[in-house]
């Protein structure tokens, strides 16, 4: 139920995201991936590059803990690729 209310967030956020089962979400569109993360980390959040241009991973946690990862997300300034 986490990961599905995470998917529903990053896409009512405008970011793709692939669908899985998995208890990670890979979200994409992002227009500099690198400067996302950085400012996630900046903010307190540690979630994993793969090194796919404008696309990122983060891992499903508690409610909690998703939406400490949504709040830092939109304090990133983290902006889709258009």
Do not use: M, Y
């Amino acid at each position: 139920a986490d990961r599905d209310a995470l998917v529903s967030s990053l896409r009512a956020r405008g970011f793709d995201v692939i669908d899985s089962d998995a208890n990670f979400v890979l979200f994409g569109g992002l227009a500099d991936e690198k400067a996302a993360w950085q400012s996630l980390l900046d903010h307190g959040v540690l979630i994993r590059d793969v090194g796919l241009p404008g696309w990122l991973r983060v891992s499903v946690g508690t409610g909690a803990e998703c939406e400490a990862f949504l709040d830092a997300l939109d304090r990133s300034g983290a902006t889709r690729d258009r």
